[in-house]
């Protein structure tokens, strides 16, 4: 069975997320969106809701799982039986970022990275975008997975 984590800080889940867990699930059995909680910063949305946006765009998708996790990222994918981390690029600031950590994490513990690239509509939107609209009061429903609702 192959399982992937797709790991990420998720503030919120945009539809370029899902749009990625989407075209993954054509690579892999199972996909695990597993929400990072060790980096120090401060979240918009709290843990809580950041899960329950992603239990509602996957209510009917039994191959992805949402998880918790405040390990190191390859620590985790191991403690679940994962040998593939999903990542999702949108732009050379992205590559940069990804590649280097690919090539830690597949040294360190031989987990291979699966990186996929954004589909063009969505290649300008970010979390950040999106609680930038939030405070100014803007719709963002166009930006969030399908049966999504705040
Ligand atoms: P992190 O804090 O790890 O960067 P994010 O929640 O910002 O977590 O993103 C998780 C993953 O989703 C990253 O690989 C990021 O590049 C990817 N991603 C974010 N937005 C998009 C998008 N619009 N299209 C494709 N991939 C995206």
Known sequence: MKRAIFPGTFDPFTIGHYSIVQRGLKLFDEIVIAIGTNQAKKTFFSLEKRK???????????????????????????????????????????????????????????IETVILFTEYEYSYISSTVVRDLISYGKDISAFLPPNVQL
Do not use: W
């Open 52 to 110: 329950e946006i992603i239990n509602q765009a996957f209510v009917n998708e039994p191959r992805v799982k949402i998880m918790i996790y405040d390990s190191l990222t390859v620590d985790f994918a191991r403690s679940i039986q994962a040998n593939f981390i999903l990542r999702g690029l949108r732009s050379v600031t992205d590559f940069e970022y990804e590649h280097s950590i690919a090539d830690a994490n597949r040294k360190i513990a031989g």
